[in-house]
């Protein structure tokens, strides 16, 4: 029986972070990153507390680890002046989502799964189009440039390192267990835990290195994104119901 794959997910301690800890424990051992706080966690499961921002610790942090989930992000903008969550954006996101990509280079980390968002194209949305991973972005929040940004570096990593790399367009998230939600035929936002797991494991396990842009929606989200691309390079079709499709 060959060794389980550990996995690095960083912002361990957020919405998706706790639904993959949930649903891969069976099948991945985690070394999980949390900033500051740190949840309960499962025995066996290996503990990180630092800033995304300090390259040390994250070049240390990918060592002997056989796939990166990264989902950390600056969180916290209630609260703060617009300018400092901006700087916090630039501090997490930005410099961080770098530090991650290095630390995958330079530990030989074959998959990095990195967690994007829809508003990645939200100007799209805003004028009632269906956005398309091939699309030029329209980021419609300096959170959505960021994210740009964490895409054209993995397409980078992918081109001149060979790395795979899924970025994973994540829309509404709300971390619960149900399988269905009530939206309109089409229209649907939502993305269940289940179905978040069940396309992250498939990213990790590809046999031949992608670079792809996935839209993580459930069912019925196709009047606002373009679903295909999941499907096409990993066979994924969610599973649980966000809307019906008609």
């Not at 099948?27 to 507390?49: A, C, K, M, N, W």
């Not at 991650?100 to 330079?106: C, M």
């Not at 980078?156 to 998230?173: K, L, P, T």
Request: hydrophobic share 35%; net charge negative; charged share 25%.
């Amino acid at each position: 029986m060959s060794a389980r794959k550990r996995l690095l997910i960083t912002g361990a301690a957020g919405l998706v972070g706790s639904a993959l800890r949930r649903y891969l424990s069976d099948r991945y051992d985690f070394r999980l990153l949390f900033h500051s706080t740190v949840p309960e966690v499962e025995p066996g499961d290996q503990i990180i507390v630092s800033d995304l921002a300090n390259f040390e610790n994250m070049i240390e942090a990918g060592e002997g680890i056989d796939a990166i989930v990264h989902l950390g992000i600056a969180t916290g903008k209630n609260g703060y002046p617009r300018t400092r969550y901006n700087q916090m954006i630039m501090e997490t996101n930005i410099q961080g989502t770098y530090n991650i990509f290095e630390s995958a280079r330079i530990n030989k980390v074959p998959t990095v799964v990195f967690a994007s968002t829809n508003h990645v194209s939200g100007f799209y949305e805003k004028e009632g189009q269906i956005s398309r991973p091939e699309a030029p972005v329209r980021p419609d929040s300096m959170y959505g440039v960021s994210k740009a940004y964490g895409e054209a570096l993995g397409r980078f990593y992918y081109d001149q390192y060979g790395m795979a790399v899924y970025c994973i367009r994540i829309a509404n998230f709300p971390n619960t267990d149900e399988t269905d939600r009530d939206y309109e035929p089409g229209m649907n936002r939502w993305l269940s835990s289940r179905d978040m797991s069940d396309l992250t494991a498939l990213c990790i396990e590809a046999p031949e290195p992608q670079f792809g842009i996935i839209y993580g929606a459930s069912l019925g989200g196709e009047k606002r994104w373009d679903m295909s691309s999941g499907k096409e390079l990993l066979g994924w079709e969610p599973q649980d119901r966000g809307a019906p499709s008609a």
